[in-house]
């Protein structure tokens, strides 16, 4: 299975006052190209969040900056699994730009019970989907510079 690829471009709302993309703004569209994932498996979010009440927060996340993108670049975001643990799944994020590699990110989401708020084990229909799209030995590389 190859990555989930997600474009977006970089809005004025998303940089600093010089232009630059200001890293909380980057967090919040890694947040939704992680929606736009559950969506492409089959498991939208108000699905999961309203129906089913089941939570996927970030536990811990990573990220390593490479370059500065400015106000209208067009990014590309790589997602791919790299483990589906018994309540654990564990991302990796490229973005990418015309010139090349901008940032990376390595995430781990949990499934959690939004009735208490405590961690539970992926539903059999989800792990399934998960591990139909798990890859750990290929590597995202970032666009050709």
Not at 41 to 65: A, E
Not at 126 to 134: C, E, G, I, S, T
Request: aromatic share 10%.
């Amino acid at each position: 299975m190859t990555a989930f690829s997600f474009d977006r471009t970089l809005r004025f709302a998303d940089c600093d006052p010089s232009g630059i993309a200001y890293f909380p703004a980057y967090l919040n569209m890694l947040n939704g190209v992680v929606e736009d994932f559950w969506e492409a498996i089959g498991f939208p979010w108000p699905g999961l969040i309203t129906l089913r009440k089941i939570g996927t927060p970030t536990v811990h996340l990573t990220c390593d900056f490479s370059r500065p993108s400015m106000f209208g670049d067009l990014l590309t975001f790589k997602l791919r699994i790299g483990r589906v643990g018994g309540s654990s799944l564990h991302l990796a994020h490229v973005v990418s730009g015309a010139d090349g590699l901008r940032w990376r990110a390595r995430q781990i989401l949990a499934a959690t019970s939004l009735v208490d708020h405590h961690a539970i084990p992926w539903p059999d229909d989800v792990r399934a989907a998960l591990v139909a799209h798990l890859n750990v030995d290929e590597e995202i590389e970032a666009a050709p510079s």
